[in-house]
């Protein structure tokens, strides 16, 4: 029996899971099975499986072009050895087509398709002569997206914009790291990790090379991965409580990164963190149990709070589509359906009804997603106010010199984020158009 590299063995794996519907991809690579290969095997899994997942709509589309019956169903093994070998074929340079095409063989014989073995390495060779792209085809299909999705955003946002957004999720984007202070800058630096600047935060860092989870100063929590847009919109929702020692809830907390922004923007006030899942929550509160007391975990629902007029300060950055985030998350692509948006469109609305319900008089509710959909973000803002009446938009740049002065926002980002601003007063940040993820950002203040 031919060998496998541990690495195309993992990919394989967490794969068939994935199209098998059994679990997550996000999930599959941070568990047991890639933390036990060597960090350069770990590396080659990962850029395997977040790569065929970003482009599998247009690796089927090819390798059906050579396929003999191009309508034929295949079995899972036999189409995953085939994205995994015309992936490695059609992205990845740097591995010779011998290794692609042979190992993606073995992976079917091993699950059991010796015939079907035969007919992946007559694909993948054909397809190693034929290296270019098919003539005729659409965004949907050059870029790897559904044609649901990109017709919608080509409606929404133009067709310029709309290709903009599809090629920024093509590519795997670099990593961004919130520092605690120059100095660790300069340990990372030291270590061998080069930095670029933020487009936005003065606190921000894009990793432009180096692996910054294997500092020590990311191990102390003294430098955290996080989207610059998820930073911004804890920043935004700190800048709201101004200089008031009052007190925050954090509606929908976990993973933590935003209420850990909260709590060290607001050294005086007290927090609330809430989430619905016991899991998560307890992950929760381990992260921020450095804060005691003064940040308390709270288990619930964050549409059936009974809060009322509690607190000044209201984050409600609400479970969404993700369609904001697909180029770190290629997965969501697939498993979305434009009918799931109205599904999760119901629970936004209760959670912002109580969100606002919570915010004492005179407070603000800052109301996010990282989703680029209507009905996920101002549908549910206009729904929402239409209903309660007590509360109104308050433009986000507004209070732009605020933010600057609260949220060490450069200068650049000002102006970056004047750009951002839609006519309602909403903050949309489109992705990569500022090296951020998308990301919707409304706040609302409730009526004295």
Request: net charge neutral.
């Amino acid at each position: 029996m031919a060998e496998i590299s541990p690495a195309r063995k993992a990919a394989f794996a967490i794969l068939l899971e994935v199209e098998r519907g059994h679990a997550h991809s996000d999930d599959l690579l941070r568990g047991k099975r890639v933390d036990k290969l060597a960090p350069a095997d770990r590396n080659l899994a990962t850029a395997l499986v977040l790569g065929v997942l970003r482009w599998q709509i247009r690796l089927d589309e090819q390798v059906r072009g050579f396929l003999e019956r191009p309508k034929a169903r295949l079995d899972p093994e036999v189409l995953i050895a085939l994205r995994l070998g015309a992936f490695q074929l059609l992205h990845l340079d740097r591995i010779p087509a011998h290794a692609a095409i042979g190992e993606s063989v073995e992976l079917a014989k091993q699950a059991g398709h010796t015939f079907a073995a035969r007919m992946v390495n007559a694909v993948l060779r054909k397809m190693a002569g034929h290296l270019h792209e098919r003539a005729g085809a659409g965004l949907a299909v050059v870029e790897a997206y559904p044609a649901w999705m990109v017709e919608r955003w080509a409606r929404f946002f133009g067709a310029e914009t709309t290709r903009a957004v599809c090629a920024y999720g093509q590519e795997p984007p670099p990593p961004t790291i919130r520092i605690a202070s120059p100095e660790v800058e300069q340990e990372l630096v030291e270590a061998g990790i080069h930095l670029d600047a933020g487009k936005l935060l003065g606190v921000a860092r894009r990793v432009m090379a180096g692996d910054v989870s294997a500092a020590a100063a990311f191990a102390e929590g003294r430098v955290r991965l996080q989207d610059e847009g998820s930073q911004l919109v804890a920043e935004i929702a700190s800048a709201c409580a101004g200089e008031r020692d009052g007190s925050i809830l954090d509606a929908c907390a976990a993973p933590g990164g935003k209420t850990l922004i909260l709590a060290e923007r607001n050294p005086e006030a007290r927090i609330v963190a809430c989430e619905a899942s016991p899991q998560r929550l307890a992950e929760l509160q381990k992260r921020l149990a450095g804060f005691g007391e003064r940040v308390m975990c709270r288990h619930g629902n964050a549409a059936e709070l009974k809060d009322e007029n509690a607190y000044d300060v209201v984050l409600a950055d609400v479970p969404c589509s993700g369609t904001g985030t697909l180029g770190r998350n290629p997965e969501i692509r697939h498993r979305l359906r434009a009918e799931d948006l109205a599904r999760q469109a119901e629970r936004q609305r209760g959670i912002l009804r109580a969100a606002l319900r919570a915010v004492k008089p005179g407070g603000c509710a800052v109301y996010s997603t990282c989703s680029l959909e209507p009905e996920e973000n101002e549908e549910i803002v206009a729904a929402v106010l239409g209903e309660m009446g007590e509360a109104e938009v308050v433009p986000v740049t507004a209070s732009i010199g605020a933010l600057r002065r609260q949220c060490d926002l450069s200068a650049l980002g000002v102006e970056r984020l004047k750009g951002c601003e839609s006519a309602e007063g909403f903050l949309r940040l489109m992705p990569g158009a500022l090296g951020t993820d998308g990301f919707f950002i409304a706040v609302i203040e409730k009526k004295a």
